[in-house]
């Protein structure tokens, strides 16, 4: 699992922080800090962290799955 956020696009509600701690972490008020190579065992955190970003500023890819729709549940997040 791969992991980019568009950190122009965040506006550091730190919903994602919130949800998958190990994986993401505010620096100061606005600056977010992430693992970019999340573990797979944090699957399901990490894409309710996505879910939950008001802006939408989380994208999870998984290189070696065939692409999903948007929409078609949590592992539809991408």
């Known amino acids: 699992m791969r992991l980019v956020v568009d950190l122009n696009r965040c506006q550091g509600y730190a919903q994602c922080a919130f949800l998958a701690p190990d994986v993401f972490a505010m620096h100061g008020e606005e600056s977010l800090l992430y693992n ?5 065992a944090q699957r399901e955190q990490v894409l309710r962290a996505a879910t939950a970003c008001p802006v939408q500023a989380i994208l999870v890819e998984y290189p070696d799955e ?4 948007v929409g078609e549940g949590l ?3 991408r």
Not at 36 to 40: C, G, K, N, T
Not at 66 to 69: D, K, V
């Open 36 to 40: 970019p190579h999340a573990d797979e």
């Open 66 to 69: 065939a692409p999903a729709a």
């Open 75 to 77: 592992s539809g997040v």
